[in-house]
Nanobody, 125 residues
Framework: QVQLVESGGGLVQPGGSLRLSCVVSGGSFSRYTIGWFRQAPGKEREFVAAIRYSRTTHYADAVKGRFTISRDNAKNTAYLQMNSLNSDDSAVYYC???????????????????WGQGTQVTVSS
């Protein structure tokens, strides 16, 4: 059984930084595409970033230049480094994994098979 566990969320002031982690167990992590999504109250879950097994990366326009996604296959862990945070970044952040997802689908949550429970990120002074 594949499990994803996020950590690293919390309260941060505007302009600050956080690094989220997503630890994957029970599957072939090195073969997975890992996506990060977020969902704010009253809004749909939206794509943030994704990293393919080839380590190619993709970002939503809203976070490009501020967020960096990476992976450490030896640790079965993916990361989301978030810099220059603002109030619009406040949300529950989820990581998702899938080994068979195609490139054109990586921005759409319905195409990921496995999900973590989410971690809250709040940006506030």
């Amino acid at each position: 059984q594949v499990q994803l566990v996020e950590s690293g969320g919390g309260l941060v002031q505007p302009g600050g930084s956080l690094r989220l982690s997503c630890v994957v167990s029970g599957g072939s992590f090195s073969r997975y595409t890992i996506g990060w999504f977020r969902q704010a109250p009253g809004k749909e879950r939206e794509f943030v970033a994704a990293i393919r097994y080839s380590r190619t990366t993709h970002y939503a326009d809203a976070v490009k230049g501020r967020f960096t996604i990476s992976r450490d296959n030896a640790k079965n862990t993916a990361y989301l480094q978030m810099n220059s945070l603002n109030s619009d970044d406040s949300a529950v952040y989820y990581c998702a994994g899938d080994s068979g997802i195609i490139l054109s689908s990586i921005r759409y949550p319905q195409h990921y098979d496995y999900w973590g429970q989410g971690t809250q990120v709040t940006v506030s002074s």
